[in-house]
């Protein structure tokens, strides 16, 4: 069964850092882009970043350019978002997507464009 597991979410104060893991398994995670996208209460789903099968290709949403990084260590099937300097603006669930390699910037961040989703994870950045 293809699966996507989110983990590392919690409560964090603002400035703070968090890092999120997505964990893939049940498929060839390396042959898969993975991207992170996050819904706040009351809002519509955004994309947050997004990397390559190999990791050479990234994109940040300009709500977290400078904030966060993703990474990913396809060895281990897992995807990792960094977060740092975070606001209360950042709070949501976030949530990964597996999907095949976009090439257009514009596209990366299409939720249709992603086969396999996790469950979320919460992330809350209160003080």
């Known amino acids: 069964q293809l699966q996507l597991v989110e983990s590392g979410g919690g409560l964090v104060q603002p400035g703070g850092s968090l890092r999120l893991s997505c964990a893939a398994s049940?498929?060839?995670?390396?042959?898969?882009?993975i991207a992170w996208f996050r819904q706040a209460p009351g809002k519509e789903r955004e994309g947050v970043s997004y990397?390559?099968?190999?990791?050479?290709?990234?994109n940040y949403a300009d709500s977290v350019k400078g904030r966060f990084t993703i990474s990913r260590d396809n060895a281990e099937s897992t995807v990792y978002l960094q977060m740092s300097s975070l606001k209360p603006e950042d709070t949501a669930v976030y949530y990964c997507a597996a999907g095949p390699n976009i090439g257009s910037d514009y596209l990366r961040f299409m939720e249709s464009a992603y086969n396999y989703w996790g469950q979320g994870t919460q992330v809350t950045v209160s003080s």
């Open positions: 049940g498929f060839t995670s390396r042959s898969h882009a």
């Open positions: 990397i390559s099968s190999t990791g050479i290709s990234t």
